[in-house]
């Protein structure tokens, strides 16, 4: 199984900034694609940020410049750096893990997209 496990969300606010971490865990050998993404009340769930295992990374066109994704290969970590931060950020922020290769019964099988639980980000005004 392959689990992965958000943290840094907070009440934070307006202009000021956050980084949220996800650590992903269980056996697995790779994952290919790593991303953040985000679900306001009463909205859809929408991108933020993806990363790539060579660090090839996509922002949401409205996010870019104002949150960096990085990602930590070594310790299977990923991050959002959030900065200027609006209230209309206020959301729920979820990891995702794609693209995962697992070693099952001795050999290389793929995995399914895993999500995270989530962690509250509120901007106050």
């Known amino acids: 199984q392959v689990q992965l496990v958000e943290s840094g969300g907070g009440l934070v606010q307006a202009g000021g900034s956050l980084r949220l971490s996800c650590a992903a865990s269980g056996s697995f050998v790779s994952i290919r694609s790593m991303g953040w993404y985000r679900q306001a009340p009463g909205k859809q769930r929408e991108l933020v940020a993806t990363?790539?295992?060579?660090?090839?990374?996509n922002y949401a066109d409205s996010l870019r410049g104002r949150f960096t994704i990085s990602r930590d290969n070594a310790k299977n970590t990923m991050f959002l750096q959030m900065g200027s931060l609006k209230p209309e950020d206020t959301a729920v922020y979820y990891c995702?893990?794609?693209?995962?290769?697992?070693?099952?019964?001795?050999?290389?099988?793929?995995?399914?997209?895993?999500w995270g639980q989530g962690t509250q980000v509120t901007v106050s005004s």
């Open positions: 990363i790539t295992s060579d660090g090839i990374t």
């Open positions: 995702n893990a794609e693209g995962i290769i697992r070693i099952v019964s001795g050999g290389l099988r793929p995995h399914p997209s895993v």
